[in-house]
């Protein structure tokens, strides 16, 4: 059992005033497999405090300067990747299928944002003034537990592009996860106060950051409900906020599709990271006169996809992350039958042969509509509805009625009608016959998926604020 004491506040793991001890889970067994001693407000300020004084001197550094630290960093996350890689399938129970790239993608993201940077111009001129791209302040991460060292390593990586020092609030489901990171960060020797890690509840430490007037910038992943929270309580002193936030993504297969291909694709967009996947494809739109065909494919590959053992190269769905999202999830199974949903294949309780551990059976609903819960909320497990429309028009507008507007997929035959039908909706994201990623485009949501977008040259500039320098020169 791992016992997680330290946190990391102005260059050297240290013991938090925060006393709190909470417990670490493997989720495919529910067995306690660590402990964690959780930061409080004092250590939320002692890491704002000391991010603040790195700024003063970091914040001048040049573009080769921090092109050499996001090479170390990227240098220390990958000689720690098999460590990565256990923690994800022991703590988060990621198959083993998918739980090497996520292990990997800390890594590439330092790399990724080296790129970026690379061909980024700080100074531009209009008229005869200079533009002048110069870092926020002291930049405030949150962080959820769905892909824990990619997201520390990205928000990182950009604020130190930009210039920004940083105060990280990972989530304390991750601890052993944040524990390797945080000693791959430590071993690329980064300057004392540039990164600070402190590993607390949201409703403490996040509510610290989120407040605090030191902080000049916040970036969120998580929850909806939460990213309100944080907009709120940053509003005060005006922060700048990114937030990436929920999802509930159309699917959208248009009535020239390949089934024999799409199928596959929904099925991928559908179930990806366990079902906790906030750019999930969740909401499946199938014209009404071919949904009994959709139906018998799906159904008989769902009934063939594995929910299990994490470290079974043939489990495609791992446990959920903790007990109580397995029985958030039992719950909306629930209220879709009790709304009237037609269960075409799953249901409530854990697959045959598992009688322990947070595993859900692949579910999907057909004879949905768009106004009931399990086609409103995002339930972020293996839960899939499929909702028939009459024709085009109807299709976009169901694909557009959600509070939602992340990520949407779009289906066809005929590429070019597929993109016409991407460009009319509401998303950050369309993806168009794939399931693909660019880490130099931007990502984020339209309506309530979030504010600004990570990622790239955007992802970039969010930290950096524009100075007119104007004049006689």
Same mark, same amino acid.
């Given at each position: 059992?791992? @016992?997680?004491?330290?946190?990391?506040?102005?260059?050297?793991?240290?013991?938090?005033?925060?006393?709190?001890?909470?417990?670490?889970?493997?989720?495919?067994?529910? @067995?306690?497999?660590?402990?964690?001693?959780?930061?409080?407000?004092?250590?939320?300020?002692?890491?704002?405090?000391?991010?603040?004084?790195?700024?003063?001197?970091?914040?001048?550094?040049?573009?080769?300067?921090?092109?050499?630290?996001?090479?170390?960093?990227?240098?220390?996350?990958?000689?720690?990747?098999?460590?990565?890689?256990?923690?994800?399938?022991?703590?988060?129970?990621?198959?083993?299928?998918?739980?090497?790239?996520?292990?990997?993608?800390?890594?590439?993201?330092?790399?990724?944002?080296?790129?970026?940077?690379?061909?980024?111009?700080?100074?531009? /001129?209009?008229?005869?003034?200079?533009?002048?791209?110069?870092?926020?302040?002291?930049?405030?991460?949150?962080?959820?537990?769905?892909?824990?060292?990619?997201?520390?390593?990205?928000?990182?990586?950009?604020?130190?592009?930009?210039?920004?020092?940083?105060?990280?609030?990972?989530?304390?489901?991750?601890?052993?996860?944040?524990?390797?990171?945080?000693?791959?960060?430590?071993?690329?020797?980064?300057?004392?106060?540039?990164?600070?890690?402190?590993?607390?509840?949201?409703?403490?430490?996040?509510?610290?950051?989120?407040?605090?007037?030191?902080?000049?910038?916040?970036?969120?992943?998580?929850?909806?409900?939460?990213?309100?929270?944080?907009?709120?309580?940053?509003?005060?002193?005006?922060?700048?906020?990114?937030?990436?936030?929920?999802?509930?993504?159309?699917?959208?297969?248009?009535?020239?599709?390949?089934?024999?291909?799409?199928?596959?694709?929904?099925?991928?967009?559908?179930?990806?990271?366990?079902?906790?996947?906030?750019?999930?494809?969740?909401?499946?739109?199938?014209?009404?006169?071919?949904?009994?065909?959709?139906?018998?494919?799906?159904?008989?590959?769902?009934?063939?996809? @594995?929910?299990?053992?994490? /470290?079974?190269?043939?489990?495609?769905?791992?446990?959920?992350?903790?007990?109580?999202?397995?029985?958030?999830?039992?719950?909306?199974?629930? &209220?879709?039958?009790?709304?009237?949903?037609?269960?075409?294949?799953?249901?409530?309780?854990?697959?045959?042969?598992?009688?322990?551990?947070?595993?859900?059976?692949?579910? &999907?609903?057909?004879?949905?509509?768009?106004?009931?819960?399990?086609?409103?909320?995002?339930?972020?497990?293996?839960?899939?509805?499929?909702?028939?429309?009459?024709?085009?028009?109807?299709?976009?507008?169901?694909?557009?009625?959600?509070?939602?507007?992340?990520?949407?997929?779009?289906?066809?035959?005929?590429?070019?009608?597929?993109?016409?039908?991407?460009?009319?909706?509401?998303?950050?994201?369309?993806?168009?016959?794939?399931?693909?990623?660019?880490?130099?485009?931007?990502?984020?949501?339209?309506?309530?998926?979030?504010?600004?977008?990570?990622?790239?040259?955007?992802?970039?500039?969010?930290?950096?604020?524009?100075?007119?320098?104007?004049?006689?020169?």
């Amino acid at each position: 059992m791992q @016992q997680i004491d330290r946190i990391y506040i102005d260059g050297a793991f240290v013991t938090p005033h925060g006393e709190e001890m909470f417990d670490l889970f493997n989720p495919a067994t529910e @067995q306690v497999i660590g402990r964690v001693r959780l930061a409080d407000e004092h250590d939320a300020n002692r890491a704002v405090a000391a991010a603040k004084r790195a700024f003063v001197s970091f914040s001048r550094t040049s573009k080769s300067e921090r092109l050499d630290m996001l090479e170390s960093m990227a240098g220390a996350l990958a000689a720690r990747e098999d460590d990565l890689y256990e923690a994800i399938v022991e703590e988060y129970g990621s198959p083993v299928s998918r739980a090497r790239w996520m292990a990997q993608f800390a890594a590439a993201s330092a790399i990724e944002v080296a790129k970026t940077l690379r061909q980024y111009d700080f100074t531009r /001129r209009i008229n005869a003034s200079d533009i002048v791209m110069q870092p926020v302040g002291v930049a405030g991460m949150i962080t959820p537990w769905n892909a824990n060292g990619h997201f520390i390593s990205n928000k990182l990586a950009t604020a130190i592009a930009a210039g920004c020092t940083a105060v990280i609030k990972p989530s304390e489901m991750s601890a052993i996860q944040t524990q390797i990171v945080t000693e791959a960060l430590h071993a690329a020797g980064l300057p004392a106060g540039v990164f600070n890690i402190v590993t607390g509840r949201g409703d403490v430490v996040g509510a610290t950051i989120s407040a605090h007037p030191d902080i000049a910038k916040i970036s969120f992943t998580g929850s909806t409900v939460v990213g309100k929270a944080i907009l709120r309580a940053g509003a005060e002193t005006l922060k700048r906020i990114t937030l990436e936030l929920g999802g509930k993504s159309p699917f959208v297969v248009l009535d020239d599709a390949n089934f024999a291909e799409t199928v596959p694709l929904a099925l991928q967009a559908g179930f990806m990271n366990n079902g906790q996947a906030c750019i999930a494809g969740t909401r499946i739109l199938v014209p009404q006169q071919r949904v009994a065909e959709f139906e018998a494919l799906i159904r008989a590959a769902v009934e063939k996809t @594995q929910s299990g053992d994490p /470290r079974d190269p043939a489990t495609v769905i791992g446990p959920m992350v903790s007990e109580k999202q397995w029985h958030r999830v039992q719950r909306y199974i629930r &209220v879709g039958i009790d709304e009237g949903a037609r269960l075409l294949t799953g249901g409530e309780g854990r697959p045959d042969g598992l009688k322990s551990g947070w595993f859900v059976r692949p579910t &999907v609903f057909t004879d949905v509509r768009n106004d009931m819960t399990i086609a409103r909320e995002e339930i972020f497990g293996p839960v899939l509805s499929i909702i028939a429309y009459r024709d085009l028009e109807d299709a976009i507008a169901i694909a557009n009625d959600t509070t939602y507007g992340l990520q949407a997929y779009v289906m066809s035959s005929d590429p070019a009608r597929a993109r016409e039908v991407g460009a009319r909706i509401d998303a950050g994201r369309v993806m168009i016959n794939a399931l693909t990623h660019d880490p130099a485009v931007p990502f984020g949501g339209f309506k309530q998926s979030g504010i600004g977008r990570e990622l790239g040259t955007l992802g970039l500039e969010a930290y950096l604020e524009p100075k007119a320098m104007m004049g006689v020169v």
